[in-house]
């Protein structure tokens, strides 16, 4: 009966404790024959992890990112705090780049890419235009 009650209260105070959350990005270079990609992040306020990825329009496979780190800065008393947020992508068992995106409130201002092997770095605006579909990712 103990072990019962035990595993009643565990089994209820779960749901309470694990909150994972995501949210999806949309990203283009723009131009003529524009790279696109969906950034979803997970987070888990209660734990404080965070997970993310990134898929391209033209790829079955996500890639994998993760967290490398999270900064805020209050530049107005009066919005909402800047966060700047850099993921590591990993490919295959390596490093391959790493993802920088720069946002306040709902604005997102700024994301680039770092390729690791060739050091270059590209650029890509956020699309608050393509919303993401009822089953999560972009609908280019």
Known sequence: M??????????NALPAYCQVKFE????S???????RFNLRIYDDINSKWSGAFVKYE???TPISLVPEYSQ?????????????????????NRISGE??????GTNVYSMTYI?????????FNFDPNIAPSAKGGCNW
């Open 115 to 123: 390729n690791n092997s060739t050091h270059k770095k590209y650029f």
């Open 58 to 60: 033209k790829s079955k």
């Open 29 to 35: 270079s723009g131009g003529e024959k524009p790279v």
């Open 2 to 11: 103990k072990n019962l009650l035990l595993l009643t209260f565990l089994l």
């Open 99 to 104: 993802y920088e995106m720069i946002s306040q």
């Open 72 to 92: 805020t800065d209050e530049l107005d008393k009066n919005r909402p705090v800047q966060t700047t947020e850099k993921w590591i992508e990993i490919s295959g």
């Open 24 to 27: 999806d990005f949309c990203f």
